[in-house]
Nanobody, 121 residues
């Protein structure tokens, strides 16, 4: 079983920055994909950014040039550096990690508990 622990959310003024972290733990054999999603009240969860094991990244158009996803393989941790934050970035942010884990290697897809990001105008 793979568990994810997120940190780094909070309240920030427009134009400010925050850095989210998501650490994966458990019997992890390999991680194939790490990503961040967000969900604002009344809206569907949407992909913010993703990072494959080969280093390929994908960003939502609304965050390109402002957010950067990165990972520390040794720590099984994914980060989301968020700069030039806007009020419309306000949402609960969730990390998602996919890979192989377990004594008998099995595919997994785990979600973090979510961390709130609030950007004031």
């Amino acid at each position: 079983q793979v568990q994810l622990v997120e940190s780094g959310g909070g309240l920030v003024q427009a134009g400010g920055s925050l850095r989210l972290s998501c650490a994966a733990s458990g019997s992890i054999f390999s991680i194939n994909l790490m990503g961040w999603y967000r969900q604002a009240p009344g809206k569907q969860r949407e992909l913010v950014a993703s990072l494959t094991s080969s280093g390929s990244t994908n960003y939502a158009d609304s965050v390109k040039g402002r957010f950067t996803i990165s990972r520390d393989n040794a720590k099984n941790t994914v980060y989301l550096q968020m700069n030039s934050l806007k009020p419309e970035d306000t949402a609960a942010y969730f990390c998602n990690v996919r890979g192989v884990a377990g004594g008998i290697p099995t595919l997994f897809a785990s979600w973090g508990q979510g961390t709130q990001v609030t950007v004031s105008s």
